[in-house]
């Protein structure tokens, strides 16, 4: 998906094309955001804790380059090697080489949107590496060849019914079979093996506490567990901004993040490392990938607040009904809409228009990552630097003329209401995607300028 | 006091019985009105298509018809959130502040600065509120879902005072209808679909009204019901509010 030529538009018309999927869809997701609205509902000091989460995140943007370096430093003392990626190639290059050096060729990796980024699997494969995804959705959506379609929720676009197929396909069972509870045993059985042998292990990285030195991963499944503590060398790759000064700041993000995720009161293994334990080696990768530069941008720069909790996807009804793949981004949602057009403008200039703008996102952010006035921004930004299209460029000069002056608003609004009474196929008509599954508004006889004008004198004194 | 009626450039075109009722209820309720003649678009939708650099002449315009007055009340919470929000004026930024704060939309114009506590009004009618995403997370007319804090409701302060008006309750009842300006031919699926869905939930909840703060909302609604030839009917909060059938 992410060498789609498609934009947003498009794909979610095709998305589109099966309604009762998409309702199936949206009603999910909508579960979920009423489960979050609960939980964080049970919090009285719900509102506050955002507030608070948002300004740590703010002093660790402003001290970025200190934390860093005290993060490394803490990290090295505690027996773990440090690594600095500046971009996805040389993430995956440091990846290689751990692993070439012990001559390990197969990886299993716990969920992190950072590697899927940086095209970890691709990379490694293509070298001979065979890497297994172990977060369940993550599992799936790999063995159908596909990215995830949610950070949180990597396979939330998938019925029960599709996951049996691709399990019946690549795991050989029962054909038919889509019993939610038999599916994760097999993955489960067929994972074990994978953990056990497996001699290298990566996982992403949640939280990253400079003071200590130690990095919390959170998962469900306690996948990222299994991996590290059965492998010999176990990686960690996490992008810059993960890092909170100190350990107790903890307690204030993770009774958002899976509060705020899936609206559980906390994740189920919320796992701190901290050093190898005798025999294993620990390496982490710091990368920056773009980052640095959003934090140059000072409009956008609160996006690398983002502690990856998915609620901005799950609230989003144009997420909810376009589907997470038609954004062809690994982050998808509004929050990826506002990071992707850091990384490549011209590629992804068509996703901070995929929004009404309604401001949900903003709302239900636990960070309080202004999300939906940054996708005004990135829209100013995308048009300033030429990368919308000729027609409608056009289109809102014509528009700015028409409407910065009365008399010729006035004349063009009489027109248009001429031909929607006079010769409504004019605008009636398949050309005119308004028209395609709405009518439009009936042309009434006259404005209502023209009607205060005859019937209300200057200053507003009635005429009859 | 005098009030200056911002009437948006759509709503004058194409809803002016809103535009009526927003002004007969003003009077109604003792206020001077002044529609200047003048007027035509805030510029919202060049902004938010990214072309906010062309709104120049709109925002002098606004000001050259509005600086002058009192208040300035429009019937509708998206284009006062832009005027507020975006209202400019490179040469005299103090008068483009200044006219920013004086900006309300209708229904907050009435609960706040009229502190309106009665209405002589009418509308026997099932009625359900669209809930534009502009008034509520823009201009906080209401509580919104997403956040732990206290309940309230401009526009249901003002509904209640209406004879025989039965409000229904919504599942969703804070959901986009997926207008968005442009969005709504540029993203036509997704925003057809956000709209048929925000209509179904006022049909199983048994309304005969869609009601709103904002005719952009209004007029995407109304088209999805005129196209499934439905019974329901979108109707702005300024008509109910000056109904007296």
Redesign the interface.
């Known amino acids: 998906m992410e060498k789609a030529t498609k934009d947003?538009?498009a794909l979610?018309?095709a998305?589109?094309q099966d309604?009762e999927h998409?309702n199936w869809h949206?009603g999910a997701l909508?579960w979920i955001r009423q489960k979050r609205?609960i939980a964080?509902?049970n919090?009285?000091e719900?509102?506050q804790l955002r507030e608070t989460a948002s300004r740590i995140k703010s002093n660790v943007l402003s001290n970025l380059h200190d934390y860093l370096l005290e993060f490394e430093a803490n990290l090295t003392k505690n027996g773990v090697t440090v690594h600095w990626a500046a971009d996805a190639e040389e993430h995956n290059r440091i990846v290689y080489s751990i692993l070439k050096a012990k001559e390990i060729t197969q990886m299993i990796k716990s969920k992190s949107m950072l590697t899927e980024e940086c095209h970890l699997n691709e990379y490694l494969i293509e070298r001979g590496i065979d890497v297994i995804n172990s977060d369940l959705g993550e599992y799936i959506q790999q063995l159908d060849n596909e990215p995830p379609s949610h950070i949180v929720l990597p396979c939330i676009h998938k019925r029960k019914e599709e996951i049996g197929e691709i399990f019946h396909e690549h795991l050989g069972t029962e054909k038919g079979v889509s019993d939610p509870t038999t599916l994760t045993r097999f993955a489960r059985w067929h994972l074990r093996d994978a953990f056990i042998s497996r001699r290298a292990a990566l996982t992403g990285v949640n939280f990253a506490v400079a003071e200590t030195g130690e990095y919390v991963v959170c998962t469900n499944e306690g996948n990222a567990d299994m991996g590290a503590h059965l492998s010999d060398i176990q990686i960690a790759s996490m992008g810059i901004e993960k890092i909170i000064p100190k350990k107790e700041h903890l307690g204030v993000f993770l009774r958002l993040l899976a509060r705020s995720a899936t609206g559980q009161p906390i994740t189920i293994y919320s796992s701190h490392f901290k050093k190898p334990r005798p025999g294993q080696e620990m390496h982490l990768v710091l990368v920056d990938l773009g980052r640095s530069r959003q934090l140059g941008r000072p409009d956008f720069r609160d996006s690398l607040k983002c502690i990856k909790c998915g609620a901005c996807m799950n609230?989003c009804?144009?997420y909810r009904?376009?589907g997470g793949l038609s954004y062809h981004n690994t982050i998808s949602g509004p929050i990826g809409a506002i990071l992707a057009p850091n990384l490549d403008m011209k590629r992804h200039a068509d996703l901070p228009?995929?929004?009404?703008?309604?401001?949900?996102c903003?709302?239900?952010c636990p960070v309080k990552i202004n999300i939906h006035d940054q996708l005004?921004q990135w829209?100013?930004v995308?048009?300033?630097e030429g990368y919308?299209a000729n027609t409608?460029?056009l289109g809102?000069?014509a528009?700015?003329w028409?409407?910065?002056?009365?008399g010729s608003?006035s004349t063009i609004?009489r027109a248009?209401?001429w031909v929607l009474n006079n010769i409504p196929f004019a605008v009636n008509n398949k050309f005119n995607?308004?028209y395609?599954?709405?009518?439009?508004?009936?042309?009434?006889k006259?404005?209502?300028?023209e009607?205060?004008?005859k019937n209300?004198g200057d200053?507003?004194s009635?005429k009859v | 006091m005098t009030v200056g009626l911002f009437i948006p450039c759509y709503v004058n075109q194409f809803y002016p019985q809103a535009a009526i009722a927003t002004l007969q209820l003003l009077q109604k309720l003792g206020v001077e009105v002044v529609y200047p003649p003048r007027q035509t678009c805030c510029g919202q939708p060049m902004a938010n298509s990214g072309f906010e650099h062309l709104t120049q002449d709109c925002n002098r315009l606004f000001l050259e018809n509005f600086s002058e007055f009192d208040y300035i009340v429009a019937p509708s919470a998206s284009c006062v959130l832009h005027v507020k929000q975006h209202l400019h004026a490179p040469t005299n930024p103090a008068l483009a502040e200044r006219t920013r704060s004086r900006v309300y939309e209708l229904v907050e114009f009435l609960t706040d600065v009229l502190k309106v506590e009665n209405l002589a009004a009418r509308f026997p009618h099932k009625v359900g509120i669209h809930q534009s995403c502009h008034g509520l997370r823009g201009l906080y007319l209401a509580q919104m879902s997403e956040l732990n804090a206290s309940p309230f409701s401009k526009p249901v302060q003002l509904l209640n005072m209406v004879d025989g008006l039965e409000l229904v309750d919504l599942d969703r009842p804070d959901e986009c209808c997926g207008f968005g300006g442009t969005f709504c031919v540029a993203e036509e699926a997704v925003s057809v679909k956000m709209g048929k869905d925000r209509v179904t939930d006022h049909v199983k909840n048994g309304a005969e009204y869609i009601t709103s703060v904002d005719l952009s909302c209004l007029m995407h609604l109304e088209g999805i019901l005129h196209r499934n030839k439905s019974a329901i009917k979108a109707v702005h909060i300024a008509e109910i509010l000056n109904a007296t059938v």
């Open positions: 947003h538009a979610a018309e998305f589109n309604e998409v949206d909508w609205d964080a509902k919090i009285p719900w509102e609230t009804p144009v009904k376009s228009f995929a929004s009404t703008l309604c401001g949900s903003s709302n239900v005004y829209r100013q995308i048009v300033q919308a409608k460029v809102m000069k528009m700015a028409t409407l910065s002056s009365p608003y609004g248009g209401r995607p308004w395609k599954q709405r009518e439009m508004p009936d042309g009434p006259e404005s209502f300028g009607w205060y004008a209300q200053n507003g009635e």
